[in-house]
């Protein structure tokens, strides 16, 4: 059954009306999927996603087997010292740290943390918790990982110096209110840092962009667009571009796009720092900004 593309069509972070920005067919559920985008703000989103999310997230899903063939969840889970994640998790402890210098008594939360793996990575650095509501959470503290649900993440608010959200926003149906809920859990003047992609360099026919994965990745964000939603949610933007760490986190996407998914003796030798650097310079992915809670 293909749903309304006309359903949601005001920009849904400023609210002004948006453009046909063109359709895809999903992979995943052969349909067709209708994006908009707002020409104020320059925010594009699936205006009819799927909204069964215990289908989309499924033990297939952090399998591998399901919407997204790039993510094993479950491999990374059970095997993490064989992973190419292992350079995500380094690379946005890195990145944190320049920011909020790590020690035994931070609060650290990853907001959909996935397999809670950035947190086993940084639990000798900071008391750090991982919140996700999806199938793979019980599998993760099955793993002694301590991952939270709803209701054991309602009473924390206020108690976090950092927040995380890796790869997370661009799969929410409503920005705003995601980002009110992880400012409602910052301490004022904590940090939040995250990762998503920057539809900037793709403007001229986004809908081309591989990133935009119909069923899931339903939400779509230049920097302009996330630091006005940030500013409207509590926070102050500030665009900090590349910092220590985001070469790790370039190498990873490198190596998951080429379907490279364990870790090989090989990789040391590619030039990181300059392609890091290079693929920046082209893609802008540092270009979002980080933001700070007010």
């Known amino acids: ?28 559920k052969k349909r067709v999927f209708h994006l908009r985008r707002c020409p104020e703000c320059c925010f594009a989103f699936i205006s009819d996603p799927l909204t069964d999310y215990a289908a989309i997230y499924s033990a297939e899903y952090y399998a591998g087997r399901g919407v997204d063939p790039l993510v094993d969840y479950v491999f990374e889970l059970e095997c993490p010292g064989e992973t190419i994640r292992v350079n995500e998790w380094r690379g946005v402890r890195q990145a944190v740290d320049s920011l909020v210098k790590l020690h035994s008594h931070t609060n650290w939360l990853d907001f959909g943390c996935g397999n809670g793996g950035l947190v086993r990575y940084c639990r000798g650095d900071c008391r750090i918790v991982g919140f996700e509501t999806g199938w793979i959470s019980n599998e993760s503290r099955e793993h002694g990982i301590p991952v939270l649900g709803e209701e054991e993440l309602a ?13 997370v926003l661009e799969h929410v149906e409503d920005p705003l209110e995601v980002l009110r809920s992880i400012r409602r859990l910052l301490k004022p003047g904590g940090l939040f840092f995250y990762t998503t992609g920057n539809a900037r360099p793709h403007r001229k026919n986004l809908i081309k962009w591989p990133y935009v994965l119909p069923e899931t990745h339903i939400s779509i964000f230049e920097p302009e667009s996330l630091s006005r939603a940030l500013s409207a949610t509590g926070f102050r933007p500030e665009f900090r571009g590349y910092l220590p760490g985001h070469t790790d986190i370039i190498r990873f996407k490198v190596l998951k796009n080429l379907r490279l998914f364990k870790r090989a003796a090989w990789h040391e030798a590619v030039p990181w720092k300059l392609l890091g650097r290079a693929i920046d310079w082209r893609l802008k992915i540092t270009g979002h900004p980080i933001a700070w809670a007010v």
């Open 1 to 28: 059954m293909c749903g309304n593309p006309l359903r949601g069509t005001a920009c849904k972070i400023c609210g002004a009306a948006t453009q046909d920005a063109g359709s895809k067919t999903g992979e995943w």
């Open 155 to 167: 009473p924390l608010a206020g108690t976090f110096d950092i927040v995380t959200a890796i790869e």
